[in-house]
């Protein structure tokens, strides 16, 4: 399984990499966001997601999708404004949604999904016994009321969510001027904010998938067994072409040489490659186990990189939506 969740965090790289670069060629207008280093954290609590639980996402929101089995193209084309999207263009990047696949909704706002997840935790409750409503959100959700009012109800009506604060906070020293602020709370920890409603909590690795996916099959078991809800943090670094207002291929495009070691990463980016990057963990423990090779990753790479360019590619050259189509109220692309 480890070695598929190779693949799997490598397309969530490359698509990731591929937007910034269609962003710098002026095909992409408009803010957005990456996930880069955030991968070990969703692929570790997917994997323990079934095809009927639901999963609300923030604005980090690409690597979730193509994790519940979004296809790169319709992804790149949504988010593109193209026709052939999952919305036919209409929710760009901040609002992706694909409910086929059991996302219902991306929240732009922070901490904005929190509410939305538990109204369907409510419905799943009454409505799909042993199913769950995963719910990703950032550090930052805790400077919003709603998410304190959301954990309340969640725990006083016991209800079937999952909540995982993705905390990619910087450290004071990386506050610089017109980067993105990292959240403040008096709190000593944030599992004890989620702890003061009597929810079990815990707080982990998230650069380690490995880690999140075992931490998470015990909490996924235990919501789903009528447990209530469950809370877990995830630490993570955030990657440093995220540090600033827009994203940037800080060091250029990541490169399989810095995990084998045949080639040293760029100063900007070595720090965060040797301690932040989750698909060092996994690399490690597969080569530690034999199920792979250097010769392998470059291969996998190589396949991975090729498939994300013609996608993005198929997305650009695909058609703008028509003007009749915005009073089209089906939302599948045609």
């Given amino acids: 399984m480890q070695k598929s969740w190779l693949r799997r965090m490598l397309v969530v790289r490359r698509f990731e990499e591929q937007l910034i670069v269609l962003h710098e060629a002026g095909e992409l207008a408009g803010h957005y966001h990456v996930c880069i280093g955030q991968e070990g954290t969703a692929i570790g609590v997917l994997a323990h997601a079934g095809p009927d639980d639901v999963v609300y996402t923030t604005h980090r929101n690409h690597g979730h999708l193509l994790l519940r089995g979004a296809d790169p193209e319709r992804l790149f084309a949504e988010i593109l404004g193209r026709s052939t999207g ?73 209800l079937p969510v999952l909540f995982v604060c993705e905390n990619n906070g910087l450290a004071e020293d990386h506050g610089a001027a017109g980067a993105f602020p990292t959240s403040s709370t008096a709190a000593e920890r944030l599992i004890d904010l989620s702890g003061a409603f009597r929810i079990p909590s815990v707080g982990i690795d998230g650069i380690d998938a490995h880690v999140v996916s ?44 810095w995990l084998t ?37 470059h291969a996998i790479d190589a396949e991975v990189r090729a498939e994300i360019e013609r996608a993005a590619a198929r997305a650009v050259a695909a058609p703008m939506p028509t003007a009749e189509a915005a009073f089209d109220t089906q939302a599948g692309a045609a």
């Fill in 86 to 158: 999952y919305s036919r263009g209409r929710s760009g990047t901040l609002h992706l949604s694909a409910p086929e696949l059991g996302v219902p909704w991306s929240s732009a706002l922070v901490g904005g999904n929190v509410p939305q997840a538990i109204g369907a935790a409510y419905a799943l409750a009454r409505l799909r016994p042993g199913s769950i409503a995963v719910c990703f959100f950032g550090d930052g959700a805790f400077e919003e009321g709603a998410v304190f009012e959301a954990l309340n109800t969640a725990a006083v009506l016991g």
């Fill in 214 to 257: 075992e931490t998470v099959a015990r909490l996924a078991h235990e919501v789903r067994g009528g447990g209530g809800p469950r809370f877990v943090e995830t630490a993570s670094v955030r990657w440093p072409g995220s540090r600033s207002l827009w994203p940037a291929l800080t060091g250029g495009r990541f490169r399989i040489e």
């Fill in 261 to 297: 070691g045949e080639t040293d990463p760029p100063a900007e980016i070595a720090a965060w490659t040797r301690t932040g990057d989750p698909l060092r963990p996994l690399h490690e423990r597969l080569l530690a186990a034999g199920e792979t090779s250097r010769d392998e990753l």
